[in-house]
Nanobody, 116 residues
Framework: QVQLVESGGGLVQPGGSLRLSCAAS????????MGWYRQAPGKQRDWVAA???????NYADSVKGRFTISRDNAKNTVYLQMSSLKPEDTADYYC??????????WGKGTLVNVSS
């Protein structure tokens, strides 16, 4: 049974920080590129960050310098550390596992609400 379970979302004030976690099971985690996406109401799902099996990180321009993606293969977990949060960061954040074959798995999402 493949599962990606996000956690750590919630309400945070502008300028604040939040750390999201995604725990994976049922996959060979170390062989997957992991990523984070986000989707605001009525908007498309946008890519936020990715980390390869070798630990190389990539970020969307909108979050570069503020967000950090990391992974712990021993814990089958990928993280997204978010700092200097802005109201426009408000969205449902989704964890993604991508295989070289082109297959992908999605979590159910966790809501991040940046508001004063």
């Amino acid at each position: 049974q493949v599962q990606l379970v996000e956690s750590g979302g919630g309400l945070v004030q502008p300028g604040g920080s939040l750390r999201l976690s995604c725990a994976a099971s049922g996959i060979t985690f170390s062989r997957c590129t992991m990523g984070w996406y986000r989707q605001a109401p009525g908007k498309q799902r946008d890519w936020v960050a990715a980390i390869t099996t070798g630990g190389s990180e990539n970020y969307a321009d909108s979050v570069k310098g503020r967000f950090t993606i990391s992974r712990d293969n021993a814990k089958n977990t990928v993280y997204l550390q978010m700092s200097s949060l802005k109201p426009e960061d408000t969205a449902d954040y989704y964890c993604n596992a991508q295989f070289s074959s082109g297959g992908a798995f999605w979590g159910k999402g966790t809501l991040v609400n940046v508001s004063s």
